[in-house]
């Protein structure tokens, strides 16, 4: 297998010297951030949408977009480095390469509401209102984004033959994402791995999920219930998706993903304050009749 391929053997699909980058009047382009370019910009095109059918101004969501695009950039690249400090610490310049990939979307997301609520309240707007707005924008632009790491050889599962198997040349992908399971398979004297498109099951789900957003978006009862519908939907795939990858970061000091304790707790929280919610509402509903 060539260094560039990539294949579905199972599905027939076998696609040769696919490209990281490609180069523009001598200058590098990365595939990976085109593919966050492109889902940011659906993104934000979305929400704007979105606000317009429902009376909204566009134009302050292509403003809030400025700010929270940029906070979340650092934000996912914070998170990322702190939870692998031990591969970064005696390297600090390799903290601002970002062409190698390296964006933790929890960070990103985390640094996107906070913006949210400091942008609203300097605004003086509803945060809630238009977070429920710009949700639909986000998780699409988080299933384009995914395809970044398909161009990198990255954000894979472990060792899987079945129908959505994929295979990737040992060469191009990061020694410390082959685990000692997947090494143990790989066929003697082949230089691919067989695994998990972990980056497209998530896609898929994310899709889903926008699905989820958009056809209930005309039945919320309260402000920011497609937020929280966000936070269940996203972090139950997560939940289960996070459980098979194999670049998994872990909680200092223990064996523990992060990530699945994060989606455990977004689940969590988005069911208690919806019921919460819902409860209430209904009681204030009743007291005032």
């Known amino acids: 297998m060539n260094a560039g391929d990539i294949a579905f053997p199972n599905l027939g699909i076998y696609l040769s010297d696919v490209p990281r980058s490609f180069s ?10 085109v593919f966050i370019g492109i889902g940011v910009f659906t993104g934000i095109l979305l929400a ?19 700010y929270a695009v940029f906070f979340s950039i650092i934000g996912a690249r914070i ?23 390296g964006l933790a979307i929890y960070g990103g997301v985390i640094a996107a509401f906070i913006t949210l609520f400091v942008y609203c309240r300097i605004k003086k707007q509803n945060p809630l209102l238009i977070g429920d707005t710009a949700i639909s924008g986000l998780i699409l632009g ?117 990530s699945q304790v994060l989606a455990l707790l977004m689940v969590i929280f988005a069911v208690v304050v919806d019921v919460w919610v819902r409860f209430r509402v209904g009681r204030e509903g009743t007291d005032t009749k």
């Not at 523009?24 to 951030?33: D, M, T, W």
């Not at 790989?186 to 958009?214: C, D, K, R």
Request: charged share 20%; with cysteine; net charge negative.
């Open 142 to 258: 988080q299933a384009i984004g995914r395809w970044g790491n398909f161009t990198n050889r990255e954000v894979f599962g472990e060792y899987y033959d079945g129908l959505f198997s994929m295979q990737l040349p040992t060469a191009a992908v990061r020694a410390r994402d082959i685990s000692e399971n997947i090494a143990a398979h790989i066929p003697e004297g082949a230089n691919y791995i067989n695994v998990h498109p972990t980056f497209l099951y998530e896609s898929v789900w994310n899709l889903l999920v926008l699905a989820a957003l958009l056809f209930y978006r005309k039945h919320k009862k309260f402000d920011g219930e497609l937020c929280l519908l966000y936070l269940g939907g996203y972090g139950l795939g997560r939940f289960f998706i996070e459980g098979i990858r194999t670049d998994t970061l872990f909680i200092p000091g223990t064996t523990v993903p992060v």
């Open 24 to 33: 523009v009047f001598g200058f590098e382009i990365v595939l990976y951030g």
């Open 79 to 101: 998170y990322y480095v702190a939870f692998l400090w031990d591969h970064y610490k005696d390297n600090l310049l390799e903290i601002f390469n970002l062409r190698n990939g």
């Open 48 to 66: 704007a949408h979105l606000a317009k059918v429902s009376g909204q101004d566009a134009d302050m969501y292509w403003d809030f977009a400025i």
